[in-house]
């Protein structure tokens, strides 16, 4: 688990549950094929009238250059991707339930005849977990998957324990058939919660999650070696590339097997996927290699992440930076300290404060004030905009940065098994 230096963490985060959106193809006709691709729109309600998460109702100056282009090899030839193929793609929606766009969920069916459920995704974990229709700490009323009505359930019983940081499970491995959508994952291996503890965001957590979908490249972190339903999409050959796509930012999408060109602008920039260095937590997910980050213009604040590896992860929205980082900016910000509250600003001062560069691979990546703060909420219908870095220290002691969903919301992002490789593009 992560030992913080903050206590707001948890607070950066929420949670959201999927309704259908459009679909290019009936749900009802699209079948089960070889070398599909699916796509799934990303739609957040607001209940508060503002746009949260790093988005404005103050105009933003979209024509920044968030990515600094500079020379490198060019990627194997499979990771720049088609953008559908001749079998269709599916459209899903995801919500959420609480303030801050920060995490998000997607709908699956588990077992056969299929039982849908919502799923978080996370990119940063290899284990994924339903909850058993005899898990004791669930909502009473919220789903519960059923083995004994699965043709497709495959007994295994080893027990296991989960621990997600933001939440812990306990349970037993077990296989069935998970379907996203058209798309038919045989065989997959998964946890069957029978306790679920939420430590997160709210005191309903458990209400919120009712499970967690890991969409790493490797099995090496995973507590008994089960590969994530990603890695055995591409196993089975059920993609037409073994990729998947997000935009966190509207219009929200996931698209398993390509990307979608009406969602991005320009050629991506790709970086190689670095040698792994995390002993435990984040082992086995999306890494590259950090070389530095950068407040402004102003060089005297330029610091080296020489040796550091940047994670990726969709299972946090932080900005997971050395202790002595996060203390230079939020100071030279002039982020303030009010109590219950993590280090914030009034929203109005983003218009001028200075954007952050973080480079990756030789790679500079842009990030606006709007990306590293969020809209808070508070009474009265005040809003407070807090920062997203947050002091991180793996207990493995790796050298190790967090890009969180405030890092991604920024870029279209391609994930590319065959090639090993993560794809960034400005947003169309």
């Not at 948890?10 to 006709?29: C, H, Q, R």
């Not at 190689?272 to 290699?289: D, M, N, R, S």
């Not at 997971?320 to 030279?332: D, N, Q, S």
Request: aromatic share 10%; net charge negative; with cysteine.
């Amino acid at each position: 688990m992560l030992r913080s230096q903050c206590a707001f963490l948890y607070f950066l985060m929420a949670m959201g549950k999927l309704t259908f959106g459009a679909i290019v193809f009936s749900l009802g006709t699209l079948q089960a094929v070889h070398s599909a691709t699916l796509r799934a729109p990303l739609h957040v309600a607001n209940p508060y009238g503002v746009l949260h998460g790093g988005e404005s109702n103050v105009d933003r100056a979209e024509s920044q250059e968030r990515i600094v282009q500079k020379p490198m090899n060019a990627p194997h030839a499979n990771a720049r991707l088609g953008v559908l193929n001749s079998h269709g793609s599916v459209h899903k929606a995801l919500t959420r339930n609480l303030t801050h766009d920060l995490i998000y969920f997607t709908e699956i069916s588990v077992g056969s005849p299929p039982q849908p459920i919502q799923a978080l995704i996370d990119i940063s974990s290899p284990d994924s977990f339903v909850p058993s229709r005899n898990c004791s700490t669930c909502k009473p009323d919220g789903w519960r998957y059923d083995s004994s009505t699965s043709s497709s359930f495959r007994f295994n019983g080893t027990a296991t324990n989960l621990d997600y940081g933001y939440l812990t499970t306990s349970g037993t491995v077990a296989q069935d058939t998970f379907h996203f959508s058209g798309l038919k994952v045989e065989n997959q291996s998964f946890q069957e919660a029978n306790q679920v503890i939420g430590v997160g965001i709210s005191w309903d957590d458990r209400s919120i999650i009712n499970s967690i979908i890991g969409l790493t490249p490797s099995s090496a972190g995973s507590v008994k070696k089960m590969s994530s339903p990603f890695m055995n999409m591409a196993s089975q050959g059920i993609l037409t590339s073994n990729s998947f796509a997000l935009r966190l930012r509207e219009p929200r999408e996931i698209m398993f097997g390509g990307t979608n060109s009406d969602l991005f602008a320009g050629n991506f920039t790709y970086i190689p996927l670095a040698i792994q260095t995390a002993e435990y937590e984040f082992k086995g997910g999306w890494q590259v290699e950090a070389s530095s980050i950068t407040l402004g213009t102003d060089k005297g604040l330029s610091m080296s992440l020489e040796g550091y590896t940047a994670t990726f992860t969709t299972g946090w929205a932080i900005l997971g930076l050395p202790y002595e980082v996060v203390y230079k900016f939020v100071t030279a910000l002039d982020f303030e300290e009010i109590m219950f509250m993590p280090p914030s600003v009034s929203c109005e001062r983003r218009r001028n404060m200075p954007d952050i560069s973080i480079e990756l691979a030789g790679q500079d990546f842009v990030l606006t004030a709007y990306d590293y703060t969020y809209e808070w909420p508070m009474e009265a219908g005040k809003v407070r905009c807090v920062a997203a870095f947050e002091p991180v220290e793996l207990e493995d002691h790796s050298k190790t940065v967090i890009l969180g969903s405030s890092f991604l919301r920024a870029f279209y992002t391609t994930f590319d098994l065959d090639s090993k490789t993560i794809g960034f593009a400005k947003l169309s």
